[in-house]
């Protein structure tokens, strides 16, 4: 039989993996359909970093958002039905210590962030090294 945690271990991994390419589908065509702006950004004169930068902060916005969303969300599910996961499992659920959930929060969340930031890593560079003129003309 295989083991409770090893599987989870797995789900973890998979889950982990198809958000990094998913996102990394997602995030391009998003930040491709609004080339023009950055294009309108550098016309004005933002520099190629300052574009780069609106990108990073806003998948660093969207990752922190879906990060404690998440973990919100996992919190609501798993500790009102506690008993219930306890009867299922047919084991004893014993939760570790309060210091122990939080710091598994944090690892987490910052596995949600790092997932989305080298999602966005692509379109991040493609972005910087956006010439106004050229973009302006294929869109």
Wanted: aromatic share 10%; glycine share 4%.
């Amino acid at each position: 039989m295989i083991p409770f945690f090893f599987i989870l271990k797995i789900l973890a991994v998979s889950v982990t993996l198809f958000t990094v390419i998913s996102l990394a589908i997602i995030f391009p065509l998003a930040v491709s359909s609004r080339t023009a702006e950055f294009s309108i950004l550098r016309i004005l004169g933002a520099a190629h970093k300052k574009c780069a930068k609106i990108l990073l902060y806003e998948a660093l916005f969207i990752s922190v958002a879906g990060g404690l969303s998440g973990i919100a969300l996992a919190c609501l599910l798993v500790f009102p039905f506690c008993t219930a996961i306890d009867s299922a499992l047919s084991v004893p659920l014993v939760f570790p210590p309060s210091a122990i959930l939080f710091l598994t929060g944090c690892a987490v969340l910052l596995a949600v962030i790092f997932a989305v930031l080298l999602s966005a890593l692509k379109s991040i560079i493609a972005v910087s090294k956006l010439e106004p003129y050229s973009a302006m003309k294929q869109g």
